[in-house]
């Protein structure tokens, strides 16, 4: 069975380094074709893509997000880290990490997310 | 900000059908880009329900069905169910952005 479970502190002060933990079960992240992407979701707004890390090390990120965002794995421990540079109010929010599944559509591999953690909810407040 | 634009509510009686919008662009779903859809409990994480703008996994009713035309894509859920009331989100691909966007999401209530 497939399952994803994020960690991290409940609440960051402003201007700080929020680091999220993505722990990886029933998968290998150095498996061919594996890609887990993380999500967020401030209360009571839409969902927000923020980065994607592949079995092979390639990295993608949310252009908007992208001078503050570093995602990295350890395949030792099947786990996928997140940290999010000079945190704000703004950056409050659940974030998700999921496991992105690939096909070929037409010339382009695209993905969709599936299964997703149960998602952990960050607050950023002094 | 969500560049997939859904209307921010749609409601109707059990048994009944209900249509989500979701509108793009010519950089996301008019270039081609296939369009995902997720349900999202009070609470919840979202669930995919729709992948690839017509298909539906397993596990899923098939009172659900997925479209799309042109810079828009919708999602049909026909003999409408009290367990269908959540949030639904479309997701794509925009090239302008290098990458996955979603909509700004639809509240289903049954009446």
């Known amino acids: 069975q497939v399952t994803l479970k994020e960690s991290g502190p409940a609440l960051v002060k402003p201007t700080q380094t929020l680091t999220l933990t993505c722990t990886c079960s029933g998968f290998s992240l150095s498996s061919g074709g594996v890609r887990v992407t993380w999500i967020r979701q401030p209360p009571g707004k839409a969902l927000e893509w923020l980065a994607r890390?592949?079995?092979?090390?390639?990295?993608f990120y949310n252009t908007a997000l992208k001078t503050r965002l570093t995602i990295s794995k350890d395949t030792s421990k099947n786990r996928v880290v997140l940290t999010m540079t000079n945190v704000g109010p703004v950056d409050t929010a659940t974030y998700y990490c999921a496991r992105a599944i690939s096909y070929k559509s037409g010339w382009f591999w695209d993905n969709w997310f599936d299964p997703w953690g149960q998602g952990t909810l960050v607050t950023v407040s002094s | 900000q969500s560049i997939l634009t859904q209307s921010p509510s749609v409601s109707g009686a059990p048994g009944q059908r209900v249509t989500l919008s979701c509108t793009g662009s010519s950089s996301n779903i008019g270039a081609g880009y296939d369009v995902h859809w997720y349900k999202q409990l009070p609470g919840t994480a979202p669930k995919f329900v729709i992948y690839g703008n017509t298909n539906r996994p397993s596990g899923v009713p098939d009172r659900f069905s997925g479209s799309k035309s042109g810079t828009s894509a919708s999602l049909a859920i026909s003999g409408l169910q009290a367990e269908d009331e959540a949030d639904y989100y479309c997701q794509s691909y925009d090239s302008s952005l290098s990458g996955y966007v979603f909509g700004t999401g639809t509240k289903v209530s049954v009446l």
């Open positions: 890390i592949d079995w092979d090390g390639d990295k």
